[in-house]
């Protein structure tokens, strides 16, 4: 079965520090999918970014980057120069290539607090 | 804004009782997923259906039902409620049926049992 492990419960930064959330990933299957996922107060789930298993390319998104790395089954997520809001819970989630019974599985997320 | 509309909002309700949730997904989107979120338990996936058929099955219980409609949109359905079904619970869509394409969730029920 698959299975998403995210260590850090709760991270809080002062405003403008970079901070990076871990993301470790465990799958029997060559091909899959990971996600990062992001929950404000508000409540919603606002999706972030796709990453296939056969791309290890990092990505940049204005202040976010991701890196992926399959040698450590590790898909982190680094927010440079944090903001207030960026304040949120972020989820790492994984899938695999056809979906199946364990749909889209999410880490237990990280609460991260930005204080002004 | 997800593009994906559940109704209603909240609800509270008393043990014993039967709820349905509803669900539209996005313009275009054939998948639904269910999914429950509490403090305990996380993000758990409870079931999956593709253009009106049923497609993935995960930690649902028996005492919970979904279907998809000819319209797409879908409904799940919790009866004889417990305490511990309190939670919010979120619909979400994607356009395909496998692993590769991103959800995208509504705003979530928040189901209150009392």
């Known amino acids: 079965a698959q299975k998403v492990t995210q260590a850090q419960t709760e991270i809080s930064v002062v405003e403008k520090e970079d901070v990076t959330l871990d993301c470790v990933y465990e799958t029997r299957d060559t091909t899959y999918y990971l996600f990062w996922y992001k929950q404000p107060p508000s409540g919603e789930l606002v999706f972030l970014i796709r990453r296939n298993s056969f791309d290890e390319q990092n990505e940049i998104s204005g202040r976010y980057s991701w890196n992926f790395q399959k040698s450590t089954s590790s898909f982190n997520f680094t927010i440079t120069a944090s903001q207030v809001v960026d304040s949120a819970v972020y989820f790492c989630?994984?899938?695999?290539w056809g979906g199946g019974a364990d749909g889209l599985t999410f880490g237990k997320g990280t609460h991260l607090i930005i204080q002004p | 804004d997800s593009g994906v509309t559940q109704t209603p909002k909240h609800l509270i309700t008393a043990t014993g009782q039967r709820v349905t949730l509803r669900c539209s997904p996005r313009?275009?989107?054939?998948?639904v997923y269910w999914y429950q979120q509490s403090l305990d338990q996380g993000l758990q996936f409870l079931i999956q259906y593709y253009n009106g058929e049923e497609r993935a099955k995960g930690n649902i219980l028996e005492r919970f039902s979904a279907q998809q409609f000819p319209d797409l949109h879908s409904e799940l359905n919790l009866s004889s409620l417990e305490l511990g079904d309190s939670a919010l619970y979120f619909c979400a869509s994607s356009v395909g049926t496998g692993g590769s394409s991103p959800l995208h969730f509504g705003n979530g029920t928040r189901l209150t049992v009392t």
């Open positions: 313009s275009g989107d054939l998948s």
């Open positions: 989630a994984l899938s695999e």
